[in-house]
């Protein structure tokens, strides 16, 4: 799949405390809900796109325009995990 981002890496060493990677403090239940829902949005839709593409989960996407769409799901889930942790800037 793709690279770790802070939002698969939110828990202080030891503890499973789900914490903002940015700012230290502890999520909030709803938070950690609304990121393991995007999560899971996200894995179900990169499965679709692999289908759709006829390729493999964590293989190369085989066209341009493929690999294009895979980019934006990387952008749209950076965007979303924002809005989800930080609400309206």
């Known amino acids: 799949m ?3 981002r802070p939002n698969d890496q939110m828990s202080l ?3 499973g405390v789900p914490v903002d990677p940015w ?3 502890v999520l909030p ?3 950690t809900q609304r990121l393991k829902k995007l999560k899971e ?3 179900a839709f990169r499965l679709v796109l692999h289908e759709l593409d006829g390729t493999t989960s964590g293989s ?3 066209n ?3 690999a294009l769409a895979f980019t934006k799901l990387e952008e ?3 965007w979303a995990g924002a809005a989800v942790m930080h609400g309206e800037d």
Request: charged share 20%; no cysteine; glycine share 16%.
């Open 2 to 4: 793709s690279g770790m």
């Open 13 to 15: 060493p030891g503890l």
């Open 23 to 25: 700012t230290g403090f």
């Open 29 to 31: 239940p709803v938070v």
């Open 41 to 43: 949005a996200e894995e």
């Open 60 to 62: 190369r996407p085989g």
């Open 64 to 66: 341009r325009r493929m």
């Open 76 to 78: 749209a889930m950076l």
